[in-house]
């Protein structure tokens, strides 16, 4: 494999700037974003710069590495910390430094009443650094401490105002939540270790050959788990809701664009170990149509914009993990999916957070409404990745998420039927709540609070708004435009030959535009004919209360697995200290005891003492008489 | 040159300076106090540099007579554990005084009597890693005991005698087991060609499987005190909880990682056998600590009684991979044992900072400290990260080799522990939150943030975290031929990538 | 039948000559010498003559192997040792001696009565105490050197008989002090009784009351054996009494408790060495072909003692008593080493022997020096913040419990160390584990008093430590410097031990 | 007659001296019992040396009656200084040391 000597860039430089930015302090408050974009910026280039550097080199040549030094190395178990740039990693690679880009722009204008703008910024590099390593790591154990970066970054981010107490614990519930997962990751990189000797990609991708069904789908099952839990995938989701409480752009680049779609590139990347183990495989297709149901399912109830956002995108990541699960075929189209998601997504965040800024942070789309006149550029921004988040064409949803319902269609068998079927009704329920969220913000009359003053935000804002809705507009075309990207990726992925097609891409296509019609109808029939309450309506359907509470996620967790837990802790400290301390302290009860139960015996008596003498010789003559009988 | 008398005098001359100054002018003895400390860094930072890494024999050997009459020597040598822990031992010396500058002060006795026991305890930090006769060990191992009794109930606070009290007792019993054992060993060694206390010599004696339990038991028994194995901890909370941050860095830090030393230095190579026959039993408990010392320290209101079981834990995991018997257990333990020393450091003196501004180690009473300290808290944070394992951190790497090296050979204990890290995150994040995040509680709004001195201190500790997280190879060259040594003594080879049964 | 003129060997006997010869000549002082001098003259009469035997057993001590006075002593390498040592501890506890305060001025005259008041008034200080010290050293030092019954038992009654008398004689709670002498005299009298019953027996047994001679029977084993083992149990009872081991021990801490605290030290101290030494002797040479009959018992009474010291002590109140019942635990571990019945046994009962009697006689001089207005203060609860108030002496008092709990660096660990490896090499090993056992059970007493002394506040009722005077710094002194010299580097001790420790048989 | 049976008189003589230390309170009739144990070993000694054939155990005996000779000497002065103070040779009174 070629190596070069730049890839290190692509995290030192943010890198660096957190550093900088950390340690510098107050002193960096004057230029510590503009830094930080800069460096985010130029991480970008070096991004591009590799990107034309790869399109350059034949299929074969393309993926290049680096290898830094040498990090652990114990008998048999070396880990190098060096870098991998292959035709996946690029695609990240760029998404992360390009939105990340835009969304340190943005910020600059968002957080600048924010004292702590500066901190901001740093954490922003830190993430941006350590998904780069996430993407960029050769092994599973160098992809684990992006892995761990990130969720330490999202911690940060979305504890950035952990002075409100519930955002505190939101992001703690989001950093335990991942470490679940996490633990799956390092499961599989254990059973890695323990049943081919090497956890780096390469070694792992030769040593899958000869490795037993059983490990292998040990090891996929185990990947899951991490994705699941990086990625708010069922059952490991219900943080994803709460993470809304870090500020807009971190839920634009981290929850939307970025971070959450980690899963999949996990998966994506280990394409050799669930193409082996087809019920790893059949998991994960199953955890990717729960959730994005699920997800879609929530999205109908909430009122709040940023958690119906957050909602749409646990739904969409569901696609894209389905996506990845219907194996070779479908590896291509959940990047795509995630690509053009990547677009739209951040860009709606965006827009959300841009209502927000013009709203003084009201996020209850109830309190909504009309903004389309007060903020045009958001309403068209806005607009456009709703076009594209619904898949009409020619917007970007409209390639990728079709391409995943056709191979769900084409996956074969009944399997094949329930998932077309699933992902189908979830392009219409999406259709749903997406125009719900559409009407209730921008149309229909204003049911703002009288101290609301909506004005359009100012141009560092909307001007990243609307290159990513141009994204939003384009992306879908230029990647399936003659597959580039399916090309782009093909040598990655082990290809099989082509499945029967169960219908053909028009046929879906049509389906799905039907789907999405109903939806579109349906919202507009319930919330644009007759009027919306300023506040939520209470005697609602009991789905509709259900939905609100997440689907009882929390309640479910809570009485399962914290109250037991918390219970458990409570015990544990009692029994510590009544039972295994009191049993030490009992010993040295009993020694006292029985010291002050002998003193007895000195009862100041000399004819006493006497006895004790007389009763000793008599023993010693009984003794003696035993001895010689 | 003797680099290790050296080493271990040099502290004591530095006491018998103190014990000359006034006792009046506090500022001069501090100072003496620590360049001692610091010299006796560099000097170690020396000799580490002349030590051969790939030499598996013990290295700076001395031997005189000490009472021959019983075959006992002042023996001295140290191997790459033995190496690295004095390191740590060293540098964390100055580190306490440093951070430590003010925590002598309000003591039943002076300032000066403080800092003499800190140098006589680091003397025997030194030679408790560096003696190679058992007897030797066993005197410095009970002699230690003193001053640290003394540090704890002279200097502490709260319940400071009755801990010191509980601390001493647990030991001493220990330490009497462990002499039992001794005896049975020279009594053995004398019947077999000589009474002896060397080390390698009484490696070879020949013993019943049934005496070598025994004997082995005694020993552990003394080490799992030392190194609290559930359930034998019930000290350490009490002691931690009593003494000043300073001792407890060095309690938690060096002294307890005597046990787990101990476990690697004599029970393995003494009783091979019995190790092996009650490997079973021990990783249990090892992983019982782990979860137990896990949930416990979730369950704590108090923020050093916190940082104590988070210990218990951290100890699970290095006593797990001490008897995985793998090369990478044993790396990642010998290497986790010294990351624990600078991250339980980390915690102790933030946490002792944060305890001494606000009057109470309650964490409830802390609030919104990110606020009102930002350098404190971010320190107390890092620190934290660093005991939850975060990658990036050194902790990780040797954590992750334990669980490796544990997974390849037994996989179910490795599983469990690795719940380990779940919890991990709860009992560090939720002092966090507690007391970092969220609304200013009212009686620390104007709590003061680190100070120039503490900065420096806590500096290099961060460093080393960091550096070490990110570039472990300087330690693990050293450790490494140790451990590969070790595991084929005892007649252990890694076990090879099995495909799965494939 | 023919008696043949008695061969002595001067030379070997002129220790225990010396002592005697000065015990006589104090006995004079006491009565010609005016009372003004008397107590300084007595003093250092006293010390004089010590000294004096103790250069006496340097110049024989290479001359060994010899038997005086026909066989009835004999003087080797251990007698030496024994005699040193009680002669070495003899000369630091006597400088206890000296702070008259201890002793009653007239020990004739009703307690409380006209006599007394007067008598003090006038500083009409009787000092009877230092002859009646002289001739007990001299009895301890015959014990262990006697080679036959006749000269056991007068040697122990000549070390006994003083010490009824000397117990009787404190200044303060003069009642408690003669209860102590009655005590001591009637229980002594009564173990003697046996002693003399069971030597009755072993001279029927073998017609012989020569060492060697009872040796003889026990190796030829012919006689009858119901009347050897009548004879060993009856002798140990007055043995283990004077060692005070359970259940013999009953007279010591009360008789630790009421006789003035430096006659205490030198009993507990100097007594034990005597005592084991004749036990070391006796179970050495004349019993070693017996062994399978006594050491099962000696084990089971060796356990019993050193749990039962150690837990009793746990629940005093009062230092001396404290004291008094650690010393019955010592005497459980000393037991351990004449159980061995190996040289290493031997050595490390020679070895322990010095170093505890050195260290406990430190220790009461610790507590002679706290007091009150009205005398010493036992009370271990008025004894709380003594670190603060005088730090060294408390320092020096936490040395010696230290050294009484074997903590490395101190005399007693190696002392400890040496005797249960000895034991253990012997096979006794319920008997060392019992040992390490109540030591862990000990340690928690030592301490205690530890975080008395230095962890827990004063209580203001008048408790004061007494500046020591010169001679009793002395003893301190030298006696930590022992305890701890011993600890650090025992080797040359060691060494000359083994080189003399033989017993001639 | 034959000689064991001083044997058996003697050993009867000292377990009355030695009960009788045990039941009687009055220190003179303890001191009394305890020279009746010592008498009882007297009266062994002599049987032995008897049986024994040579003069050593009377020899014995008659040191016995020196040293019992000391003893008195010592135990009265004591018992006497006792009763002065006292007032009372009652052995039970004197019980402050205990415990």
Redesign the interface.
Known sequence: MMTSTSLVYLIALPLAGSAILLLAGRRSDKWGHLLATALSASSFFVGLYQLSLMVGRTNSDRPVTQKLFEWISVGTFKIDASLMLDQLSICFVLLITGVGTLIHIYSISYMSHDPDRRRFFAFLNLFIAAMLLLVLGDSYLNLYVGWEGVGLASYLLIGFWNQKPAYATASKKAFVMNRIGDMGLSFAIMIAFATMGTVSFSGVKEAAGHTSTAALTGIGIMLLVAATGKSAQFPLQAWLGDAMAGPTPVSALIHAATMVTAGVYLITRSNFIFDAAPTAQLLVVIVGAITLMFGALIGTAKDDIKKALAASTMSQIGYMILGAGLGPVGYAFAIMHLLTHGFFKAGMFLGAGSVMHGMNDEVNMRKYGALRKFMPITFATFGLGYLAILGVPPFAGFYSKDMIIETAFNSGGAKGIILGCVTLLGAGITAFYMTRVMILTFTGKSRWDEEAHPHESPWLMWLPMAILAIGSVTSGYLLSHGDTLVNWLSPLFVNHGERAELLSPVVVSGLALAMVAIGVAIAFVKYSRNEVAAVAPTDVSIFTTIARQDLLQDRFNEAVFMQPGQALTAVLVKTDEAVIDGAVRGVGRIALGSGSALRGIQTGFVRSYAALILIGAVALIAAIWVVTQ | MNWLTLLMVLPLIGSVALAVLPKENEKLVKQVALASTLVVMGATIAMAVGFQRDNIELQFVEKYAWIPSFGINYALGVDGLALVLILMSTILAPVVVLAGWNESQGGRWSVKTFYILILVLETMMIGVFAATDVFLFYVIFEAMLIPVYFLIGGYGSGERSAAAVKFLIYSLFGGLMMLASIIALYVMSGAQGGHTFDLAALSQLQMSSMTQNLLFLGFFIAFAIKAPLWPLHTWLPDAAESATPGTSVLLLGVLDKVGTFGMIRYCLTLFPDASKTFTPVILVLAVISIIYGAILAIGQRDLKRLIAFTSISHFGFITLGIFAMTSQGYSGAALYMFNHGFSTAALFLVGGWMISRRGSSTISDFGGLQRITPVMAWMFFLAGMSSLALPGMSSFVSEFLVLVGTFTRYPVHAVIATFGIVLAALYILIPVQKALHGPTTPGNENLSDLNLREKIAIAPVMAIIIVLGFYPAPLLNVINPAATHVIAQLGFSDPAPTSGGK | MTFTAPVLNYTLLSPILILLGGALIGVLVEAFVSKALRSIVQLSLTVGTLVLSLAQVWRIHNETSMSAAMGSVIIDGPAILLQASILIISIISIFLFADTDHFTALAAALPGSEEERHSLETGNQVTEVYPLTLFAISGMMLFPIASDLITLFVALEMLSLPLYLMAGLSRRRRLASQEAALKYFLLGAFSSAFFLFGMAYLYGYSASITYAGIRESVVGGSGNDVLLLIGIAFLSIGLLFKVGAVPFHAWSPDVYQGAPTPITGFMAAATKVAAFGAMLRIYYTVFANAQWSWTPLLSVIAIITMLFGSLVAIAQRDVKRMLAYSSIAHAGFLLAGVIALNKAGLEASIFYLFAYGVATVGAFAVVTLVRDSSGEVTDLNRWKGLGKRSPWVAATFAGFLLAFAGIPLTSGFIGKFSIFSAAYESGAKGVVFAGVLSSAIAAFFYIRVIVLMFFTDATQDGTSVQLPSALTRATLVISIAITIALGVYPAPLLNVISNLSTFIR | MNAANY?YL?ALL?TI???G?????N?IV??MC?EL??N??NL??V???R??G????Q??AF??MV?AA??VV??L???V??Y???RSAS??D??????
């Open positions: 044997l003697s000292f001296g030695a009960v230390v045990v039941v009687r309170r220190a303890v001191f305890i144990m010592l009882a070993a062994s000694f049987t032995f040396s049986i024994n040579d003069l050593n155990g020899v014995i040191f016995t040293v000391c003893e010592v135990g002065a004591i018992i200084t006792i002065r103070s006292r052995i039970d004197a019980s402050l040391l205990k415990r």
